[in-house]
């Protein structure tokens, strides 16, 4: 049995191979919902700096720096105080 709950194999039409395969054997994902709107929240650990400036996000902490660019995704960003 394979992780995939059958044991069975067929004739592969991909690539004109003879040996079993288990491509077609996977179960397919559920068509997912599209999202419209989600927010998250993060905490910032002290001695850690957060700047966002266009979908630019740069991460400063006691390890170093980390840039991360995210124009292409359809997302906001923005720093929020969380009063505490």
Avoid: W
């Amino acid at each position: 049995s394979s992780q995939f709950g059958s044991s069975r194999s067929h004739a592969c039409s991909f690539g004109g191979s003879h040996t079993p395969c288990r491509h077609l054997l996977r179960p397919f994902p559920a068509p997912a919902m599209k999202t419209l709107v989600q927010e998250e929240s993060l905490k910032v650990p002290k001695g850690v700096k957060i700047t966002i400036k266009a979908k630019m996000v740069e991460v400063t902490g006691k390890h170093g720096t980390l840039k991360r660019d995210f124009k292409h995704l359809p997302i906001e960003l923005y720093l929020a105080n969380s009063g505490h």
